[in-house]
């Protein structure tokens, strides 16, 4: 599986639980089984899987 390509202070899209909004990406990080991507939105940040995350 290929990094994704997302790189910090990024403005992105998300789908999450039937939550959409905007964001930027704070971290990307690499687990066992893929990748999570870190995006703060507001003054809270959400944990995502590349699937969750569109550029903006």
Same mark, same amino acid.
């Given at each position: 599986?290929?990094?994704?390509?997302?790189?910090? @202070?990024?403005?992105?899209? $998300?789908?999450?639980?039937?939550? #959409?909004?905007?964001?930027?990406?704070?971290?990307?990080? /690499?687990?066992? #089984? @893929?990748? $999570?991507?870190?995006?703060?939105?507001?003054?809270?940040?959400?944990?995502?899987?590349?699937? /969750?995350? /569109? /550029?903006?």
């Amino acid at each position: 599986m290929s990094a994704p390509t997302f790189t910090k @202070g990024q403005a992105v899209k $998300f789908s999450f639980r039937g939550i #959409k909004g905007t964001g930027t990406v704070e971290t990307v990080r /690499q687990v066992t #089984k @893929g990748y $999570f991507i870190d995006v703060k939105t507001g003054d809270r940040t959400i944990s995502l899987r590349p699937a /969750q995350v /569109q /550029q903006a």
